[in-house]
């Protein structure tokens, strides 16, 4: 799977949308982009995940540039319980299951 | 989503003991559940994958003889760490997924402290 790179912590205001990128020069067509995120103690969260086309659900939005070799996920209100480290993962998705390999991720501060 | 539950959430143990950490899906079969150890401050990292009714496969530098994986039902599988040390004191976690599925649920760790 294609390498990703995030800034090491980020701070955001509650309430204020949080912005958080993401490169992933080296992915490949069949790659998709992957984000998770995982509050202290506990397991990882699924939040979003897109191939080409910008996505949006209930938790979040993610914006993928047009040559794919970044992206940027979007938290458009973000709250004290938002605060966590975020993981943008980069990976296959066709038949069958490819394991998630986990890099250092975001650690994302929401401070009131 | 999916549910998984994992126990306990912690546990103290002395060294030289051994552990057993519970991995079940609750909503569905899981023909496949993933085990991983995250250190402080660190990332997770995958340590074994299991297939119900058959053996583990543990990653490169994963004792497969101190880290037992037992997958004998479609809900359960379990961890158990032998003979703990120190060092083994770790938050593990566990994922599961469904035959055909291309996500895997993950549950919410255990807290290992080895004294």
């Known amino acids: 799977d294609a390498k990703t790179t995030q800034p090491t912590s980020m701070d955001c205001a509650e309430g204020r949308a949080a912005n958080l990128p993401c490169n992933h020069s080296t992915i490949s067509g069949n790659e998709y982009v992957y984000w998770y995120r995982q509050i202290h103690s506990q397991g990882p969260q699924y939040i979003i995940h897109?191939?080409?086309n910008n996505e949006t659900n209930e938790m979040a939005s993610l914006i993928i540039t047009e040559d794919r070799k970044s992206s940027t996920l979007i938290l458009p209100h973000a709250t004290l319980r938002d605060t966590a480290v975020y993981y943008c993962i980069v990976r296959a998705r066709g038949s069958g299951y490819s394991t998630l390999t986990f890099g250092k991720g975001t650690m994302l501060l929401v401070s009131p | 989503g999916a549910v998984v539950s994992q126990h306990p959430s912690r546990v103290i143990c002395k060294s030289g003991t051994s552990v057993k950490i519970e991995c079940r899906s609750l909503d569905f079969q899981a023909t496949t559940m993933f085990w991983y150890r995250q250190f402080p401050k660190q990332s997770l990292m995958l340590m074994a994958t299991s297939n119900e009714g058959s053996k583990a496969t543990y990653e490169q530098g994963v004792e497969k003889d101190k880290f037992l994986i037992n997958h004998a039902s479609l809900t359960l599988s379990t961890l158990t760490v032998t003979s703990a040390h120190p060092e083994d004191s770790s938050f593990y976690i566990c994922?599961?997924?469904?035959?055909?599925?291309?996500?895997?649920?993950f549950g919410q760790g255990t807290r290992l402290t080895v004294v």
């Open positions: 994922s599961a997924r469904t035959s055909g599925a291309t996500e895997a649920f």
């Open positions: 897109g191939l080409k």
